[in-house]
């Protein structure tokens, strides 16, 4: 990612973006209803894009060692997440579906779904996006195979725009094993389905 070349944004600075785009819709920011509404805003986006505090790879770091042997695949699946459409910040509402086959160790299974939110919660494409979780995977945990698939809803396509109602993306990245080999990709994508 390009390193952010201006000075951080303030609060005030967010607000009075909001109330802008208040009046540019048509209707007064200083009305009795609108009144709260830039600092409510403001506050939301603070929370919708965390992703952007935060290294998602950071969460696959404490690994357990004393896995009884096990040695197949571990998948966590329908993670919901909401991430941003960065090219018409409209909403992408969906759900992640997470696999790895370790090597030696595993990882906590919440952190799984704290590595899709944080890769979530910033201005995405769903294909980047898809390709960020399925490399941190495997570049931190190392294990014999990574895949990941994702679904999502796209605002920008399904209120606006083309206006298809109902219309998903699914998309997927496969590394390693659950790419190479024909029964440990099958075995992930009926997982999956199932």
């Not at 952007?52 to 896995?67: G, I, Q």
């Not at 910033?122 to 980047?128: F, G, N, S, W």
Request: charged share 25%; with cysteine; proline share 5%.
């Amino acid at each position: 990612m390009p390193p952010m070349t201006d000075a951080p944004v303030s609060q005030t600075e967010a607000e009075a973006a909001v109330r802008t785009l208040i009046r540019w819709a048509g209707d007064n920011p200083d009305r009795e209803g609108l009144l709260e509404t830039p600092a409510r805003v403001a506050r939301s986006y603070r929370e919708l894009f965390s992703g952007y505090e935060s290294d998602p790879r950071a969460y696959l770091e404490k690994t357990f060692e004393e896995v009884g042997g096990y040695s197949q695949l571990v998948v966590l699946k329908d993670i919901r997440f909401v991430s941003f459409c960065e090219h018409h910040m409209l909403p992408v509402v969906g759900k992640a579906h997470v696999a790895y086959l370790p090597t030696d160790r595993v990882v906590g299974i919440s952190k799984l779904a704290r590595v899709v939110r944080g890769y979530a919660r910033r201005l995405q494409i769903q294909e980047k996006m898809t390709s960020e979780i399925a490399t941190a995977i495997d570049e931190v945990l190392r294990p014999q195979g990574v895949g990941v698939v994702i679904e999502a809803e796209h605002s920008c396509m399904t209120m606006r725009g083309v206006d298809a109602p109902g219309a998903s993306l699914s998309t997927s990245h496969l590394i390693g094993v659950v790419r190479d080999d024909a029964r440990t990709r099958e075995e992930f994508l009926r997982l999956v389905r199932g």
